[in-house]
């Protein structure tokens, strides 16, 4: 089995600066894209980054020039560092991750969110 967890959420001040880490866990052959969405109340979940295997990343117009992502491969982590964060940064953050679990002797692909962390951005 595969587990995706997301966390480092919190209240941030505008300005300010918060990074997320995204740890992927268990039976992992290989892990190809994994990125980061978020969702704000009353809207739909949108896009934040999304880094590939070959280590680039696509960023949403909204955030490009002040968030970024890193990617440690030995931990399987993914992280959302989140400069300058304004108040319409606020929504729920989930990682998601597309990775091929070995498992009874097969590879499967497959897509896996995490549970998703509250991320508050006011002064």
């Known amino acids: 089995q595969v587990q995706l967890v997301d966390s480092g959420g919190g209240l941030v001040q505008p300005g300010g600066s918060l990074r997320l880490p995204c740890t992927a866990s268990?039976?992992?052959?290989?892990?190809?894209?994994m990125g980061w969405y978020r969702q704000a109340p009353g809207k739909q979940r949108e896009l934040v980054a999304v880094?590939?295997?070959?280590?680039?990343?696509t960023y949403a117009d909204s955030v490009k020039g002040r968030f970024t992502t890193s990617r440690e491969n030995g931990k399987n982590t993914l992280y959302l560092q989140m400069n300058t964060p304004k108040p319409e940064d606020t929504a729920v953050y989930y990682c998601?991750?597309?990775?091929?679990?070995?498992?009874?002797?097969?590879?499967?692909?497959?897509?896996?969110w995490g549970q998703g962390t509250q991320v508050t951005v006011s002064s």
């Open positions: 268990g039976s992992i052959f290989s892990i190809n894209a």
């Open positions: 880094m590939s295997s070959g280590d680039t990343t």
């Open positions: 998601n991750a597309d990775i091929w679990a070995a498992d009874w002797g097969r590879i499967t692909p497959d897509s896996y």
